[in-house]
């Protein structure tokens, strides 16, 4: 068994796709708007064109993502998302990416449990913990 977690951008997921392509090389491997759906839910309100629901890959997990309800107002509390990436370098990379038009909430430095850690909140809100393992 596995978890995968599945993530509400409530009107912003074409740009969170988006961005994950290109700050950590997410793979879109499915992508369902409500317009593909019967008339119902969101699509109902005029949310055709937004997204039902999506599957991107990173590395060997996916991570599926929503438009929600299109209320605007995404939220994400409670938890992170950690990237293992393979070295200081790609980290630092990763960790850059994720940072801009978000806030840094620990830089990444060394610690005591790894040569290279940090964490992060993006542009949308998500909490990410990037950490190469010793």
Request: proline share 7%; with cysteine; charged share 20%.
């Amino acid at each position: 068994m596995k978890i995968e977690p599945y993530l509400f951008f409530e009107g912003r997921c074409d740009e969170a796709i988006e961005f994950y392509q290109t700050a950590i090389g997410a793979e879109l491997t499915s992508l369902m708007r409500y317009q593909d759906g019967p008339d119902q839910g969101p699509n109902a309100h005029g949310a055709g064109d937004k997204i039902m629901h999506a599957s991107l890959r990173v590395g060997d997990v996916t991570v599926m993502v929503s438009d929600g309800l299109c209320s605007g107002e995404p939220k994400f509390q409670g938890f992170s998302l950690c990237l293992l990436p393979p070295d200081g370098d790609r980290a630092k990379q990763m960790f850059d990416a994720l940072a801009e038009g978000g806030e840094v909430q620990m830089p990444l430095s060394r610690t005591f449990y790894s040569p290279h850690f940090g964490m992060v909140r993006d542009r949308f809100g998500v909490s990410w913990m990037v950490m190469v393992t010793p």
